[in-house]
């Protein structure tokens, strides 16, 4: 999935980076796996959904307002910590793999078949070492995803040294399909997390 080659999508894309990161300020950086079918796989944006687009960062579209889990749960995160504008100005959030995956109609992730993870790597080494060229806080890094996104970050990053520090977090997705009972303590360990790099 690659929105950004639709011009429509580009345009909101610049709409929503002009909109919350036309400064000079160092962010710190937060990587989730690659983008879902009905998220950023759509938007371009990670972890924003077409309803978030339009009702949090107030960016009309005309995308199917179908709303994702993972964008769910991070927009309670982002309205927790003061909203969009005030997270943004702290935080940039991508993915290992800003480019995602299908199979048979539905997502797949770069680390669910060997063959795919094993050409997605020197796209993914790529991207990350030029985020690293625009403004991202090099002490440490948010990698969300504690299994295979984590094992795989940190042994990439072993190799490459972008960053002195992984701190991992639940995914969004895991959290909102299996622990959303608890999921207000999720919602405060990734404010913890967060503000503490903040302070």
């Excluded at 950004?4 to 345009?11: N, S």
């Excluded at 299994?147 to 072993?158: E, H, M, R």
């Amino acid at each position: 999935m690659n929105p950004y080659q639709d011009e429509y999508t580009f345009g909101l894309c610049q709409q929503f980076y002009t909109q919350y990161y036309s400064d000079h300020q160092p962010r710190k950086l937060l990587l989730g796996i690659n983008p879902g079918r009905f998220g950023s796989g759509v938007t371009g944006i990670s972890f924003t959904d077409p309803v978030k687009l339009e009702t949090i960062c107030h960016i009309p579209n005309r995308f199917d307002k179908r709303a994702e889990l993972s964008a769910d749960f991070v927009y309670k995160v982002i309205e927790a910590f003061g909203g969009p504008t005030l997270f943004y100005q702290h935080f940039f959030i991508s993915a290992l793999s800003p480019l995602g995956f299908l199979k048979d109609g539905k997502n797949i992730n770069y680390y669910d078949d060997g063959r795919l993870q094993k050409i997605a790597t020197p796209f993914i080494i790529q991207s990350v070492s030029q985020m690293m060229e625009i403004g991202i806080r090099k002490h440490n890094v948010y990698c969300i995803g504690e299994g295979k996104n984590f094992a795989f970050f940190s042994a990439l990053n072993k190799k490459h040294q972008w960053f002195e520090e992984i701190i991992s977090l639940p995914h969004p997705r895991f959290i909102m399909q299996y622990k959303r009972k608890s999921i207000h303590t999720y919602i405060d360990l990734y404010l913890k997390l967060l503000s503490e790099e903040v302070c």
